[in-house]
């Protein structure tokens, strides 16, 4: 199992980023996917979950600017990430639960400047 994170960079506060993190050695479309983060000197937080079936939740400092999808076709997952913040600055990971085991991408750091 590989979870493939892109999209993080750098951003202005208001501006806007998209996280991609494409699977792959897993039946991607049966499997609940999430998104977390890590701000330098916390805890991993989760910031997004969207279930096999589309239903989507949100850690309440995001809701309203980010959003969480999936395209099965492409075995992908997003985060559509608007009118970012200073604290919105994190390591940002895709994460799947499989077979009792926790997967992990690699990570791609978001940094947004004031």
């Known amino acids: 199992v590989q979870l493939q994170a892109s999209g993080g960079g750098l951003a202005q506060a208001g501006g806007s980023l998209r996280l991609s993190c494409v699977v792959s050695?897993?039946?991607?479309?049966?499997?609940?996917m999430r998104w977390f983060r890590q701000a330098p000197g916390k805890q991993r937080e989760l910031v997004a979950v969207?279930?096999?079936?589309?239903?989507?939740s949100y850690v309440d400092s995001v809701k309203g600017r980010f959003t969480i999808s999936r395209d099965n076709t492409k075995s992908a997952l997003y985060l559509q990430m608007n009118s970012l913040k200073p604290e919105d600055t994190a390591v940002y990971y895709c994460?799947?639960?499989?077979?009792?085991?926790?997967?992990w991408g690699q990570g791609t750091l978001v940094t947004v400047s004031s």
């Open positions: 969207i279930t096999s079936g589309g239903s989507t």
């Open positions: 994460n799947l639960y499989y077979r009792n085991l926790v997967y």
């Open positions: 050695g897993v039946i991607f479309s049966i499997n609940d």
